[in-house]
């Protein structure tokens, strides 16, 4: 089928029974605020490391709940632990404690 101009892409579902979900739980159980997240994006709005690097915190909380830990750590380095994703936070979820503890659970 070459030269038809079309390829085939590779699968793009989650196995969630394949990743280890085993560290958000334990992040949950460390900081209970995490599971209020409703994923609105406030804080990756008004992220001043966003400007500057691919930081999104959504993104890592998103990771983190599907258990891909792979992508999570390049994605931690960026963040400078401010606090002002904190402040615009609806739900009042502790996302520096949240990134503090994620990066305790995966031994930086």
């Given amino acids: ?7 085939l892409n590779k699968d793009r579902q989650i196995d969630f029974d394949a990743n280890d979900r085993s560290v958000y739980f334990r ?10 997240c409703i994923s ?3 804080c990756s709005a008004t992220c001043s490391s966003a400007v ?3 930081l999104d915190i959504r993104k890592i909380f ?4 599907r258990g891909e830990l792979r992508d999570l750590k390049k994605h931690l380095d960026d963040c ?3 606090g002002k994703c904190i402040l615009v936070c609806p739900r009042g979820v502790n996302t520096r404690n949240v990134i503090l ?8």
């Fill in 1 to 7: 089928m070459a030269g038809w101009g079309y390829s």
């Fill in 52 to 54: 500057f690097t691919d």
């Fill in 62 to 65: 998103v990771l983190l709940s």
């Fill in 40 to 42: 609105c994006g406030s």
């Fill in 27 to 36: 992040v949950i159980g460390l900081e209970p605020s995490l599971g209020k």
């Fill in 101 to 108: 503890t994620i990066r305790k659970e995966l031994e930086y």
């Fill in 80 to 82: 400078m632990l401010c």
